[in-house]
């Protein structure tokens, strides 16, 4: 198996340039979110975040993933989980408290005293919980094998290091992991966890995204072919309450792309119903004033089908 662990101090953008990494090189990317999902869906509710298990269970899910998959995990402490691997690449992003204070006031729309604080928390936490669950606050620098300054590249550049860097170890030359290693690997963390009392159900995996419309899937492609990192649904917008503050409606876009923090929308759909969606857009843009989102409409994915010789696009609509 190949294996990119990506960390990096608060205020960094960790999480883009791990997303972009993969993008480029064509792994899967674990954010820490994805295994936090994994781990509720393997554990159920007995995951405690800061506890000495919990590199154990993520490193579980982490091993058994990677039978199936080259991957980039962007998760704090992750340069802990495979010692010894002969495809492993540990990278650290750092950048200076300016840089990233600066980053915090854009990234959340925060003045630089509160940008300055958050900081401070978010620094706090990270040291709380490497404590907990390594035994260490702070990493000590021969944990990686590449160190990045971040204060003077954005997230494309550092993932252009780190892809020349998994290029030049030759990661993938290994393969997947085998069973059979995986099996053996699995025992030991096994071992331990009952210990505590606590048996892996075996239910976590990789789930493929399932796209509401093969127009959906067309453009993914082309973000792939492109190498713009992408989400899909990532998130829901309530646009609509009843007097008592419940969501009545909620507008979820097509897509997320997070170095550029635009959400793209898909409209393929008749045009009867097109005005409906229009409305849903219109409220989200009133409501969420800061939400960069765009809207593509048939025609303008037709011209990009033809543009770059794509598939047709289907008749119906999108989502």
Not at 89 to 99: F, K
């Amino acid at each position: 198996m190949a294996v990119v662990t990506v960390s990096g101090q608060p205020g960094c953008r960790t999480r883009e340039v791990a997303q972009l990494a993969a993008q480029r090189l064509g792994f899967t990317h674990i954010s820490a979110d994805r295994l936090d999902a994994l781990l509720a869906e393997e554990f159920g509710p007995i995951v405690e975040a800061n506890s000495r298990t919990w590199p154990d269970m993520a490193a579980s899910i982490l091993l058994r993933l990677a039978t199936e998959a080259h991957l980039v995990i962007g998760v704090d402490g992750a340069e802990h989980f495979f010692h010894n691997f002969p495809a492993l690449l540990r990278i650290r992003v750092v950048a200076p408290e300016n840089r990233r204070i600066g980053n915090i006031m854009l990234d959340d729309r925060l003045d630089r005293p509160s940008a300055r604080e958050s900081l401070l928390r978010r620094e706090a936490e990270i040291r709380r919980t490497r404590k907990a669950r390594f035994g260490r606050a702070a990493p000590p620098p021969d944990s990686f094998d590449l160190i990045v300054n971040a204060e003077s590249l954005d997230g494309a550049h550092m993932a252009a290091f780190i892809e020349s860097a998994a290029l030049h170890r030759d990661l993938t030359a290994h393969g997947f992991l085998s069973r059979a290693a995986e099996a053996q690997l699995q025992f030991q963390i096994r071992l331990r966890l009952a210990k505590h009392g606590i048996q892996p159900r075996g239910l976590a995996s990789l789930h493929r995204v399932q796209f509401g419309h093969p127009s959906e899937e067309i453009f993914a492609n082309l973000l792939d072919f492109y190498r713009i990192a992408w989400e899909y649904e990532p998130r829901s917008f309530p646009i609509a309450w009843d007097e008592h503050g419940r969501v009545l409606e909620a507008f979820t876009p097509d897509f997320f792309l997070p170095e550029s923090n635009l959400y793209v929308e898909l409209t393929t759909m008749k045009q009867s119903l097109v005005t409906r969606k229009n409305r849903k857009i219109r409220l989200l843009r009133e409501i969420y004033p800061h939400i960069n989102i765009q809207v593509f409409y048939q025609k303008d994915l037709q011209d990009l089908v033809l543009k770059y010789g794509l598939i047709q696009l289907p008749a119906g609509g999108a989502s």
